[in-house]
């Protein structure tokens, strides 16, 4: 498990040859440092990183570089009750329900319509 804490020190005292990024695992930035470290370049980006893992709060380091701490995401599944004795009300109110759905961005545009198709033929 990386550590904020020791990420913040690596930037500020090896900073400039990159030692923080071989240590949260993005050796390719890692190597660019070592390769333009005589330019003081990676001097400055170091000081940018050190004084942003200061600022960072932990959750956001461990989400961001112990992400295998975290499960990930599962999609979000959208099921709409259908009822075979609908009247036009109903599906009014299902229609507009479906709608606000797919603006929200929870329904793509193609599950939008094949529920309104089957809710239509339905009823």
């Known amino acids: 498990m990386k550590n904020k804490t020791t990420a913040a020190l690596l930037a500020f005292f090896l900073g400039g040859f990159g030692a923080q990024f071989f240590y949260l695992g993005k050796a390719g930035r890692g190597v660019l440092c070592l390769l333009f470290f005589w330019t003081f370049i990676p001097a400055i980006i170091a000081i940018i990183?050190?004084?942003r893992f200061l600022v960072m709060s932990e959750d956001e380091f461990n989400r961001k570089?112990?992400?295998h701490l975290y499960p990930a995401h599962s999609p979000?599944?959208?099921q709409v009750n259908q009822t075979s004795n609908v009247s036009s009300v109903d599906v009014l109110g299902e229609l507009e329900k479906l709608h606000r759905l797919k603006e929200s961005g929870v329904?793509?545009?193609e599950e939008f319509?094949?529920?309104k198709e089957r809710m239509l033929l339905s009823n």
Do not use: A, G, K, P
């Open 107 to 109: 329904l793509t545009e």
């Open 76 to 78: 979000v599944v959208v």
């Open 113 to 115: 319509s094949q529920r």
């Open 65 to 67: 570089y112990n992400s």
């Open 49 to 51: 990183d050190f004084i």
